[in-house]
């Protein structure tokens, strides 16, 4: 039985014994259970096929969840850079990776994720897939500097862009709520970017940064 749109097209994809590992790991391992959905994983891979992406970069790595969706999506001879804050997390993400076969694939950049962007740059790093899913606050830090990191037409994907909904209350101002506000109107409005918006679950954004096609 389906009682909601979500559950009905998760039943649709079917079960994904890999990645139920790893949400079995991150409850073993006591993590917060905020992994991407299924359906949401499947479009991280499809977005990483559709640009050929050959250098994907997600910030907020948790349990390997979206890392392995994304891994599965890239070209041959592709790499994830995956920067997290908590060395246990990005610990217990390279051994869900590594199980999944994708562990010669991704490397973790431990700590503020600010910081590692800021080295990325100077190595002259440059990512054709990003997905932004870490703390909301940074938001607007994090998508000016994968705009920063992009190549022309890189894709950037944006998690927990409606922030359970609180993005639409105006009586609700915080820190973490104005900032994912501002990240959104930049998705729509920054004239470097074509962007749009899914409401599904608590929210994705996904813009393209302009230029000629990847690759
Ligand atoms: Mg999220």
């Not at 994983?41 to 948790?62: F, P, S, Y």
């Not at 969840?65 to 599965?72: E, N, P, Q």
Request: one cysteine or more; hydrophobic letters at 40%; proline letters at 5%.
């Amino acid at each position: 039985m389906v009682n909601t749109p979500e559950e009905y097209i998760e039943s649709l994809l079917g079960r994904d014994p890999v990645l139920e590992r790893v949400l079995e790991g991150i409850r073993r391992h006591g993590m917060p259970e905020i992994s991407i959905a299924p359906p949401l994983g499947k479009l991280l891979t499809l977005l990483v096929k559709a640009v050929h992406a050959r250098d994907a970069l997600e910030i907020g790595a948790l349990g390997g969840y979206s890392g392995i969706c994304i891994a599965r999506g890239l070209a041959d001879g592709g790499k994830l850079v995956s920067l997290e804050l908590d060395h246990e997390f990005a610990a217990v993400a390279k051994q869900h990776l590594t199980e999944a076969g994708f562990g010669d694939k991704v490397e973790y950049r431990i700590g503020e994720a600010l910081a590692s962007l800021k080295k990325l740059d100077e190595e002259g790093a440059r990512f054709d897939f990003f997905l932004i899913d870490a703390d909301k606050f940074n938001y607007p830090n994090y998508l000016e500097w994968t705009i920063r990191l992009a190549r022309p037409g890189a894709l950037i994907v944006g998690d927990n862009i409606l922030s359970r909904g609180r993005v639409i209350d105006p009586e609700i101002s915080t820190i973490s709520v104005d900032a994912i506000r501002q990240f959104n109107e930049r998705i729509a409005q920054d004239p470097r970017l074509e962007g749009t918006f899914l409401p599904a679950y608590d929210g994705v954004a996904i813009a393209r940064v302009k230029g000629g096609q990847t690759r």
